[in-house]
């Protein structure tokens, strides 16, 4: 979720120091979201049929090459399909969380395990755009923030492929 929140509040400043006009930066924006539903409507049916916790290691492994992209690269051509993969990977990881908490917490304290967590959630994302924002005004550049949230991407992707087999079966 660090990554998710620090780089969508600097997404558009990324592009414009990139050197691309506002349009294309937020339309690169736009791609974002439009893999975000896609990648929701995709693990809602893949929960149904299958019944893993490593379900969401594509989504962790598409993102994190969607994130390198955006890093290293100026071309359009390939910043917009970078934009959708980083779409796809946040929407998977934002549909499994509830999912991941029933599964392997259960229901009878659903309500207080998810309220801990989403407050977390919030707190990274009120402290990762500012940290972001700090890093650039250091060194005027974003690399070293997108090259500090590429390796926090690839210490989640490792936790979800050691995720543990759920706790509580599907019902």
């Known amino acids: 979720m660090f990554v998710d929140q620090a780089i969508f509040s600097q997404y558009v400043s990324i592009f414009l120091n990139k050197g691309f006009s506002l349009n294309i930066a937020t339309t690169l924006l736009s791609c ?82 998810y309220a801990c967590l989403y407050s977390l959630i919030a707190i990274i994302a009120a402290l990762s755009p500012p940290a972001i924002g700090w890093i650039y005004d250091s060194t005027s550049s974003y690399s070293g923030g997108l090259l500090l949230l590429e390796i926090i991407a690839l210490i989640s992707l490792g936790g979800f492929i050691i995720l543990p087999a759920y706790v509580y079966p599907k019902k």
């Open 32 to 113: 974002v979201a439009a893999g975000a539903i896609l990648a929701q409507i995709t693990v809602g049916w893949l929960l149904d049929i299958q019944d893993r916790p490593q379900i969401i290691v594509p989504f962790a492994i598409i993102a994190f090459v969607g994130l390198i992209v955006i890093h290293i690269s100026k071309n359009p051509f390939l910043l917009f399909p970078a934009s959708f993969l980083l779409g796809l990977g946040s929407g998977g990881e934002t549909s499994m969380t509830s999912y991941f908490v029933g599964r392997y917490f259960g229901l009878s304290h659903f309500g207080k395990i």
